[in-house]
Nanobody, 118 residues
Framework: QVQLVESGGGLVQPGGSLRLSCAAS????????MGWYRQAPGKQRELVAV???????NYADSVKGRFTIIRDNAKNTVYLQMNSLKPEDTAVYYC????????????WGQGTQVTVSS
């Protein structure tokens, strides 16, 4: 069973930074996809940043140049470094992992709240 433990959310002022962490219960070396999604109140869940098995990374246009996804295979952890945060980045951020050793549809973390406000 895949378990994903997220941490690092909180309240930050506009222009500030946060770093989210997502630790997986198994190896991410052979993952198919792993990354971050977010859901703001009244909106659909959307992709923020994701690694693919081909070694590429995809970012939402709204976060390019501000957010960076970082992978640490030794710790089975993926990070999301978020800089120059804006109020519109406020959302619950979810970690997602699709691995060869987990369910075909992938697995989600419990979510961590990020609030950008002065």
């Amino acid at each position: 069973q895949v378990q994903l433990v997220e941490s690092g959310g909180g309240l930050v002022q506009p222009g500030g930074s946060l770093r989210l962490s997502c630790a997986a219960s198994g190896s991410i070396f052979s993952m198919i996809a792993m990354g971050w999604y977010r859901q703001a109140p009244g909106k659909q869940r959307e992709l923020v940043a994701v690694y693919t098995s081909r070694g590429s990374t995809n970012y939402a246009d709204s976060v390019k140049g501000r957010f960076t996804i970082i992978r640490d295979n030794a710790k089975n952890t993926v990070y999301l470094q978020m800089n120059s945060l804006k109020p519109e980045d406020t959302a619950v951020y979810y970690c997602y992992l699709r691995a060869t050793w987990g369910p075909a549809s992938g697995s989600w973390g419990q979510g961590t709240q990020v609030t950008v406000s002065s």
